[in-house]
């Protein structure tokens, strides 16, 4: 199959609604059922990407998406893609091949940085550890009605929010320290809560942690990002 053998179907302006056709393995029937669709929309959490230009397949889905921020969703045609993010100000570019899209894909699918590394990652779970391949993350959850959650993360660990509460306060620390390294300060809840490192520096011990809550179970996707209260 080949990634090329794709182009755009349709393109509704206002809704920035692009149809992507996957590399075809036939069964194409003229005249029949349309082919299988999905909604997909892609969540920048790349601090090294200020302002990105992405590309799924061959086809630009945005243009200068910034940190943090989501594209607009598009509807893509079940297949296999190559996305393709370039950075507008320096021309780096970081693609991910081999992009499924079926009945079983996620609808946010998320490029991040993990220092000379990148990776693409499904719609997350409650909260995920994207810090550090070195570095486990004790992660304190608690609520404004008294219930407290705590998950000791891995890299690339996730585990689901407990508290049914409406808001929450998510506290960080290096596995087994009684250091913090991140505070959110009392936050409305989101579906998920991403942490990753901030650029340029990252450590255990530095507090450079990021945060971007990102709320996609019901609505319209929306991703903002939380100031550490630390300072």
């Not at 969540?43 to 945005?62: C, M, R, Y």
């Not at 910034?66 to 996305?83: D, H, I």
């Not at 507008?88 to 079926?102: E, K, L, W, Y």
């Not at 991140?182 to 990753?196: E, N």
Request: include cysteine; charge should be negative; aromatic fraction near 10%.
């Amino acid at each position: 199959m080949s990634l090329n053998r794709r182009k755009v179907l349709a393109f509704f302006g206002a809704s920035a609604t692009t149809v992507l056709v996957g590399c075809g393995g036939g069964g194409g029937d003229s005249g029949g059922s349309p082919p299988p669709t999905r909604f997909v929309s892609l969540l920048n959490i790349n601090p090294e990407f200020q302002f990105a230009d992405v590309n799924f397949g061959s086809t630009v889905v945005s243009s200068g998406l910034p940190f943090p921020a989501l594209t607009q969703r598009f509807e893509v045609e079940f297949g296999n893609y190559t996305v393709s993010v370039r950075d507008t100000s320096t021309g780096f570019a970081q693609s991910f091949d081999n992009v499924v899209v079926d009945g079983n894909s996620p609808s946010v699918l998320v490029f991040y940085r993990h220092f000379g590394s990148s990776r693409l990652g499904a719609s997350p779970p409650g909260i995920i550890n994207y810090f550090d391949s070195s570095v486990a993350l004790d992660v304190d959850l608690l609520d404004d009605t008294g219930g407290a959650q705590l998950e000791t993360l891995p890299f690339e660990a996730g585990a689901p929010q407990r508290s049914r509460s409406l808001n929450c306060v998510l506290r960080l620390f290096a596995a087994g320290s009684s250091v913090p390294v991140y505070d959110s300060g009392l936050q409305r809840r989101p579906d998920s809560i991403l942490i990753f490192a901030r650029y340029p520096a990252a450590s255990a011990s530095s507090g450079q942690v990021a945060v971007v809550a990102l709320n996609y179970l019901s609505g319209p996707v929306s991703a903002v990002s939380w100031l550490n209260t630390l300072g």
